[in-house]
């Protein structure tokens, strides 16, 4: 009898814990290691792997695709076919997405050229005369956004799922003269690709925080709080700090 009140209570115990519904979160993200690498690689990405263990806590399923930027952001906005596009900043946001309050990592934009090159990024205006590899719809904060809607002639995006591969390609080939993206990514490219003799760092821009950007819909909301929430206990917890040391990046909170 006692036995069978102990196993009714446990039972009732554990559907309490539990979710009430276990949701399949779709992310998706281009290929801007280390934040988000190779959907189904051991290593997609410290992003991914800290969404997946936030959301995993909570019952969740998470399912990461490999697309083009500018899809994701599509599919997150508008067709409703992903629930989340990782590797958002400030400049994404829109009446159609919900950011959580807490940062999933820190994004330094650096300019980079070719090794023998002595040009320095100082201000926009030293970029006058040059030409500039970016990634079709990523956003560099501002000003560099202004600089670059207002000066498309010098601009040339390339778009795809390794658009940076591409535009170290072209600025080692001579065919652009400056590629701008996050210090990270481009020291990660660099090493995987085996060129990082051959570029310099030449200047950079403030950091900024990166999201998961989340549709406004549906559960969107109540996933952006279960992730900030899944941030501060993985922190607390130690498991965000080995997440990280997969990929050599440092815990930007301070």
Request: a negative charge; glycine letters at 10%; one cysteine or more.
């Given at each position: 009898?006692?036995?069978?009140?102990?196993?009714?209570?446990?039972?009732?115990?554990?559907?309490?814990?539990?979710?009430?519904?276990?949701?399949?979160?779709?992310?998706?993200?281009?290929?801007?290691?280390?934040?988000?690498?190779?959907?189904?690689?051991?290593?997609?990405?410290?992003?991914?792997?800290?969404?997946?263990?936030?959301?995993?806590?909570?019952?969740?399923?998470?399912v990461y695709r490999s697309v083009p930027w500018a899809r994701a952001l599509d599919d997150?906005?508008?067709?409703?076919?992903?629930?989340?596009?990782?590797?958002?900043?400030?400049?994404?946001?829109?009446?159609?997405?919900?950011?959580?309050?807490?940062?999933?990592?820190?994004?330094?934009?650096?300019?980079?050229?070719?090794?023998?090159?002595?040009?320095?990024?100082?201000?926009?205006?030293?970029?006058?005369?040059?030409?500039?590899?970016?990634?079709?719809?990523?956003?560099?904060?501002?000003?560099?956004?202004?600089?670059?809607?207002?000066?498309?002639?010098?601009?040339?995006?390339?778009?795809?799922?390794?658009?940076?591969?591409?535009?170290?390609?072209?600025?080692?080939?001579?065919?652009?003269?400056?590629?701008?993206?996050?210090?990270?990514?481009?020291?990660?490219?660099?090493?995987?690709?085996?060129?990082?003799?051959?570029?310099?760092?030449?200047?950079?821009?403030?950091?900024?925080?990166?999201?998961?950007?989340?549709?406004?819909?549906?559960?969107?909301?109540?996933?952006?709080?279960?992730?900030?929430?899944?941030?501060?206990?993985?922190?607390?917890?130690?498991?965000?700090?080995?997440?990280?040391?997969?990929?050599?990046?440092?815990?930007?909170?301070?």
């Amino acid at each position: 009898m006692f036995r069978s009140a102990f196993l009714a209570a446990s039972v009732f115990a554990a559907l309490l814990a539990s979710p009430a519904y276990a949701d399949t979160i779709v992310l998706e993200a281009d290929q801007w290691c280390p934040y988000t690498c190779e959907a189904g690689s051991d290593k997609p990405g410290f992003m991914i792997e800290v969404a997946k263990a936030a959301f995993e806590a909570k019952g969740h399923q998470v399912v990461y695709r490999s697309v083009p930027w500018a899809r994701a952001l599509d599919d997150v906005r508008r067709t409703g076919t992903a629930q989340g596009a990782v590797g958002a900043t400030d400049s994404d946001r829109s009446e159609a997405t919900v950011f959580h309050d807490e940062p999933l990592g820190r994004s330094a934009n650096v300019f980079v050229t070719r090794a023998g090159d002595s040009w320095t990024f100082k201000d926009l205006s030293s970029l006058n005369g040059r030409t500039l590899g970016v990634i079709k719809d990523y956003t560099y904060g501002s000003p560099v956004d202004e600089w670059i809607a207002a000066n498309g002639g010098a601009v040339q995006a390339v778009a795809g799922d390794s658009p940076l591969e591409l535009n170290l390609t072209k600025l080692i080939a001579g065919r652009i003269d400056v590629v701008v993206d996050d210090a990270a990514v481009i020291a990660y490219e660099a090493a995987k690709t085996g060129v990082a003799n051959k570029l310099r760092t030449a200047g950079g821009t403030e950091p900024a925080s990166v999201y998961i950007a989340f549709s406004k819909t549906g559960s969107g909301p109540q996933y952006a709080a279960i992730l900030s929430a899944g941030i501060i206990g993985l922190r607390a917890g130690g498991k965000l700090a080995a997440i990280l040391a997969r990929y050599g990046v440092a815990d930007w909170h301070h």
